[in-house]
């Protein structure tokens, strides 16, 4: 099994952790301590031994940040988890905040006192977080303190030990660049920046840049450990050295000087030392590799991962992969959809749900050579009312049974070796009601909008975000996310830097992958959310007008279900979109399929009748 459902967070664990926490504190003459979801590396998925804010909290989603103090404590999670953190954290020792609307650069200024002290892990806070926090908390006349030690791990007496995941080689032929070439491209990128050296924290820019996978975190192909990058081409690794079967540690010994993770500090000192130029992302590189250089005579040149955008613009190989990995998904989607709708209602739990399409992912992964190595994220399985808790996992404590006039929520993805999928699908379990149907009518209509959109070169997910909304809006309603996060090519389900939401600032790019995911959520009742993964297509010209535009493709196959449609709302070219997708979607998948799947998926994709009024 790839996913585990008894992991949910636990409220009992808050209260004699936090007063562990509170006594070290004390001894220690602080006022408070700053936990976050991070670890080293800012990622969102964090091996078992840094999942410190759920050992302290009981939180368990994928982002947020507690602050505790000698007699209050917070914890600030955004939109997605304002029903989980409920059920997970108890509210007697812990008051919610909002990590959007008054986040802790913004709690500390209007909270701490004059002459607090509140320690901090300059490991697991970036530079430019640091930097806001220490300003917020130099306007209330506090002081925040880096400490040489986390307290977490010193209370935590039976830390798991760090992971040691065996790495592997990505093939040339699914990554399409030689990993030498890769590099050769990044120290020029480094030289531009005017650095010496540009250090990598993301590990995802790591196993992109090196073209190597491991398996250190759930759910995502990555082997923990930082590099730093040098323009002249000396370039140095830090991972486990008991990660390297013999034939990595070959084949990474002619690209860099792979070394222990124990002397990347030292590293970084003795370039520092030596006067070093050495390039910091200060939104990913953790604030104690500033202080390292800083202290020992360094410059820090304040500039991007140079590995983002070229990791986040796909080249032709890994597009062909993708197209590839979601034939075999939305075919392994069809035959689980196929399958929940022989079922009759109140016979099926979420956890069996999950369990049947990991089985069917498998089994059309085995038939195609091309096997699924593991879910790219928790499966969301929320029937009835788990449906509205946006990020919902599902556990034994928590499961529901599918029952009869609820809605169905199926939010999934499948890591495979030539690409990442995500996607989620909203069914009906029995008769909807005419505002279910409505309500999806119109999230439907925002995906569509944003699949047919064309803009011109250099617009921001931040300018389209709102397309995606307009139907809602019009109908007094909305959703508490972005509109869309990017995806990596068997990396991250979720990777940066580019998005469709309104914190969107980076330029959509020829080559990105995005995920186009409108919703709804009705708290205690049910949840819609429709899901495909689109790719950012090359700026063409549109006959008559001035301006190349670029556009999307969908890559995600799996049908609409049109139980839930209401075609009196839609317009005709709306109709037609789906018809087409619809239509592609038979023609793709269907070869793969056969006997009552093949039927099934031939009813589904069936034309709507289009009587639409405009």
């Known amino acids: 099994m790839f996913q585990t459902f008894d992991s949910a967070g636990d409220p009992a664990v808050g209260k004699p952790r936090v007063a562990l926490l509170r006594q070290w504190l004390a001894e220690n003459g602080l006022d408070g301590f700053m936990v976050p979801r991070a670890d080293e590396h800012q990622g969102e998925y964090v091996a078992d031994r840094s999942a410190r804010l759920k050992w302290l909290t009981g939180f368990s989603g994928s982002a947020g940040v507690a602050i505790v103090l000698r007699d209050r404590a917070f914890i600030f999670v955004d939109g997605r988890y304002t029903l989980q953190v409920r059920g997970e954290v108890d509210l007697s020792i812990f008051t919610v905040e909002s990590l959007i609307d008054n986040p802790p650069a913004t709690w500390i200024k209007d909270n701490l006192g004059k002459g607090a002290r509140l320690g901090f892990d300059p490991w697991l806070h970036t530079i430019g977080e640091i930097k806001a926090l220490k300003a917020s908390a130099e306007q209330s006349g506090a002081t925040l303190v880096p400490l040489d030690r986390n307290p977490i791990d010193i209370i935590w007496t039976d830390q798991p030990e760090p992971p040691r995941a065996p790495i592997e080689i990505h093939p040339q032929n699914l990554a399409g660049e030689l990993a030498k070439d890769k590099l050769k491209r990044l120290a020029g990128a480094i030289e531009k920046d005017g650095a010496t050296h540009a250090v990598l924290t993301d590990p995802s820019s790591i196993a992109w840049a090196f073209n190597i996978r491991g398996g250190d975190v759930p759910h995502t192909p990555l082997a923990l450990g930082f590099a730093i990058l040098a323009a002249d081409g000396k370039h140095q690794l830090f991972m486990g050295q008991r990660k390297f079967p013999r034939q990595v540690a070959a084949y990474l010994t002619q690209l860099a000087d792979p070394q222990d993770p124990g002397e990347f500090e030292a590293a970084i000192v003795a370039l520092a030392k030596d006067g070093a130029k050495i390039a910091l992302d200060p939104v990913l590189a953790a604030e104690k590799l500033r202080m ?4 020992n005579g360094g410059a820090v040149v304040l500039a991007a991962d140079p590995a983002r955008i070229p990791r986040a613009t796909k080249n032709q190989a890994e ?64 029937a009835g009312p788990n449906g509205a808790i946006m990020h919902y996992r599902v556990s034994r404590a928590t499961s529901r049974k599918l029952e009869s006039g609820e809605l169905f929520l199926l939010d ?100 990105m992958m995005l995920s186009n995911e409108p919703g709804y959520y009705k708290e205690g009742a049910y949840g819609i959310r429709i899901e495909n993964l689109i790719l950012v297509t090359p700026a063409e010209q549109i006959e008559g007008g001035d301006i190349a535009m670029h556009g999307f493709e969908t890559l995600t196959l799996a049908p609409i279900d049109k139980r839930l449609i209401r075609t009196d709302l839609l317009h005709r070219d709306e109709l037609q979109w789906l018809d087409r997708y619809h239509a592609r979607v038979l023609t793709e998948i269907g070869p793969m399929l056969d006997g009552e799947t093949l039927a099934w998926l031939e009813k589904a994709t069936a034309p709507l009748p289009h009587d639409a009024k405009i």
């Open 292 to 295: 390292l250089v800083e202290d």
């Open 319 to 382: 597009i062909a992969g993708s197209r590839a990995a979601h034939r075999r998904d939305g075919a392994a989607v069809a035959k689980l959809l196929c399958w929940l709708d022989r079922q009759k209602p109140g016979t099926l739990d979420e956890i069996a749900v999950v369990t049947k399409l990991e089985e069917v992912r498998r089994q059309t992964g085995e038939e195609t050579q091309m096997p699924l190595r593991d879910v790219s994220f928790d499966t969301i399985s929320g």
């Open 412 to 511: 999934s993805g499948g890591q495979y070796q030539d690409g990442t999928t995500d996607i989620t699908r909203t069914v009906p379990i029995g008769q909807p009601t005419e505002e279910m149907r409505e309500r999806f009518t119109l999230v439907l209509k925002g995906m569509i909008a944003i699949s047919t959109l064309r803009f011109p070169a250099g617009t921001r997910g931040s300018e389209i975000d709102a397309i995606a909304r307009v139907a809602l809006w019009k109908h007094g309603c909305d959703f508490a996310h972005g509109t869309g996060h990017g995806v990596g090519s068997y990396l991250a389900v979720h990777e940066g830097p580019q998005r469709i939401a309104r914190t969107g600032t980076e330029k959509l790019l020829a080559g």
